[in-house]
């Protein structure tokens, strides 16, 4: 039996919902991307961690996603194990404060938090990612950010699971902690929220969703923003000031609506995604001098 057959056998045996060669295609909002040997779908922290610790030992690479909403996979897929979080969907709410697992979606939290008349998540409202990656990346919207309302996390660093104060993440724009150090697993957050009135949180949320609507090609698959933001400027002017909007590499393009996202318009591939990108980025600094970082993580 080799390596892929012996850690199927043991997820099986250990009751953890896993499938092999399948297309990751589903598990990127780009629907994009090859196979992968195996995905599992933990449930739980424990399940997490035992996936986790049984590809190492067996040698195998592994990547934890959420939602795929901040992912491109390659064409040639996966060679290893992708764990896909969103099973963990636990929530829990404790006067102002919510913790919620990794794989919640973040827009289901703040629909809950709204619930419990708690202020302070309007804006993630719409935003396609899970709690995990949403603390990974920092993840923000029309003002709001995560770093403003988390309080902590339980944390998996490859050895134990530690408890990390706000400060331990080191968020910044875009960016934090788990994003230096591929071993460290975000499974569980804390939030700290204000009471709120729920009509006027509501109302607050329907206009950042409507504002999404109208700017954003939400009609396409894509992984959002594509770009980060330059210092004192916006990716998609500088993209469409270079005449870029609506160009088009295969399947891909850059949207006609936003030209900060590139959007999969149909039967696009990782490689015509990856060589928009790329073109974009050369043409925004050919003609301002300004070198667009990406925001969207690539797995080969």
């Known amino acids: 039996m080799n390596k892929y057959g012996s850690l199927s056998l043991a997820y099986r045996e ?42 190492k030992r067996a040698g195998v690479r592994t990547v934890v996603i959420g939602n795929g909403s901040n992912l491109l996979f390659a064409d040639a897929g996966f060679d290893g194990v992708v764990v896909v979080t969103t099973d963990m969907d636990r929530v829990e709410i404790n006067g102002n404060r919510i913790t919620a697992a990794c794989g919640v979606s973040f827009t289901r939290l703040a629909l809950l938090a709204r619930d419990a008349g708690l202020s302070g998540l309007e804006f993630a409202y719409g935003i396609p990612g899970t709690v995990g990656g949403a603390v990974f990346m920092n993840a923000g919207a029309y003002g709001g950010e995560t770093s403003q309302f988390l309080a902590g996390s339980q944390v998996y660093d490859g050895e134990k699971v530690r408890t990390y104060a706000l400060s331990d993440h080191k968020l910044s724009y875009r960016h934090s902690t788990f994003a230096e150090n591929e071993k460290l697993i975000v499974l569980e957050s804390v939030f700290e929220l204000m009471p709120g009135d729920r009509a006027e949180i509501s109302e607050k949320m329907s206009s950042f969703m409507a504002a999404r609507r109208e700017k954003q090609p939400l009609e396409f698959p894509s992984a959002g923003s594509t770009f980060k933001r330059p210092p004192n400027n916006f990716a998609g002017k500088l993209i469409e000031e270079s005449g870029l909007k609506g160009y ?33 980025q050369d043409t925004v600094l050919k003609d301002h001098n300004i070198q667009l970082e990406c925001e969207i993580k690539y797995i080969c």
């Open 14 to 55: 250990a009751g953890i919902k896993h499938t092999e060669n399948e297309s990751l295609s589903a598990y990127s909002t780009f629907r994009v991307g090859g196979a992968a040997a195996i995905i599992v779908r933990p449930s739980s922290a424990d399940e997490l961690i035992f996936a986790v610790e049984a590809a």
């Open 248 to 280: 088009s590499v295969g399947g891909a393009q850059v949207s006609e609506k936003h030209a900060g996202f590139v959007i999969n318009r149909g039967g696009a591939t990782a490689e015509d995604i990856l060589g928009l990108i790329s073109h974009v």
